[in-house]
């Protein structure tokens, strides 16, 4: 996958700054972390070793609410193999032009530069992205690949480009982190260390949502509704449409959302149109008419209608400082 020296067995401790920007998850920085520790409880020694580093230096306040602490501010990574920016929202306060400029100064002393969920989005603005093949989360991908065209962005859990690696989320960040394991260390205890955490390496090829798989209790045509409906956020189609492609006439259809999900076909379908809305209102600043757009609403009234009838308030309320 790459000639990176990291990704070759080592018995050589490797040491990783983590530079965590305020309002990442603690899930993204405890699925980087965690697997380590394991394998260094594996092995019996400190094969791999870890630094925390803020903007600041000071405690990272989280999206849980919780203060990260840290080991110092950014020019505190230097010396460790590789760094990777774990970042999540608030990108336009927290991803300062100072936090930029001096990411971009420190990157070249580092073997590999990484960025989990948000944090490509910071190495992008860096231009340390420009030339390479990388992902984000999903919610980012479209956006990413509009403002960085220098950048090969891919659908994938995580990819690993040369001396960059970018990783879509917090279940990634632990696929890749078992994959370093593996490399570094072999497969089995790859192996050891997922089993602690009762789970399993994913490649990073695989795409960031795996096709559904109905559950047990719920009808296959209604999954494969509820997939169509999730598939066209920006373009929904009729009920009627939906019934038809997957060979169910729009009454059994209804009766059979009712049965599983207590609501109907079309509410549903609402409902995932309004929360996307949300999320782009809350993490982007796309103007209102795009938000619209981009979540299959004719126009930025419509929109502001049918938010303020689902959550009781307009959509600018979330925009006011």
């Known amino acids: 996958m790459t000639e990176n020296a990291i990704f070759s067995p080592s018995d050589q401790p490797l040491s990783i700054a ?12 405890a699925s980087a972390l965690d697997p380590l520790r394991n ?12 630094r925390v580093v803020t903007p600041d230096g000071r405690p990272a306040p989280l999206t849980c609410g919780i203060e990260l602490p840290s080991s110092g501010p950014l020019a505190h990574a230097a010396g460790a193999e590789a760094l990777i920016v774990v970042a999540g929202y608030r990108l336009h306060q927290v991803a300062t032009r100072p936090l930029i400029r001096d990411l971009r100064r420190i990157a070249p002393r580092f073997q590999l530069v990484g960025g989990i969920d948000a944090g490509p989005w910071v190495l992008a603005r860096a231009g ?15 956006d990413l690949a509009a403002a960085h065209p220098h950048i090969d962005v891919v659908p994938d859990r995580f990819v690993i480009d040369r001396n960059r690696v970018t990783i879509s989320g917090a279940a990634p960040a ?18 050891q260390v997922a089993n602690s955490f009762l789970t399993r390496a994913r490649p990073g090829h695989e795409p960031q949502i795996a096709p ?20 066209r956020i920006d373009a929904p189609e009729s009920m009627a449409e939906t019934a038809r492609a997957v060979g169910l006439s ?4 209804e009766t059979l959302f009712h049965q599983a999900l207590g609501t109907t076909p079309a509410a549903h379908a609402l409902g995932l149109r309004l929360a996307a809305a949300r999320r782009m209102l809350t993490d982007t600043r796309h103007p209102l008419a795009e938000v619209a757009l981009r979540t299959g609403f004719s126009s930025p009234a419509t929109l502001s209608r049918a938010f303020r009838a ?7 309320v979330l925009r006011r400082p």
């Open 18 to 29: 983590l530079f965590v920007l305020p309002q990442a998850s603690i899930l993204e920085v």
């Open 39 to 50: 394998a260094n409880r594996q092995l019996g020694s400190e094969a791999y070793r870890w």
């Open 128 to 142: 340390l992205l420009d030339g390479y093949r990388a992902t984000v989360h999903w919610e980012d991908l479209e």
């Open 174 to 191: 632990a696929d890749f982190m078992l994959h370093l394991i593996r490399a570094r260390h072999g497969a089995a205890l790859a192996r």
């Open 212 to 231: 559904p798989r109905p559950e047990p209790a719920l009808d296959p045509r209604v999954a494969a509704a509820l997939a169509r409906m999730e598939a």
């Open 250 to 253: 729009p009454r059994r259809l």
């Open 310 to 316: 689902r959550f009781g308030q307009p959509p600018g």
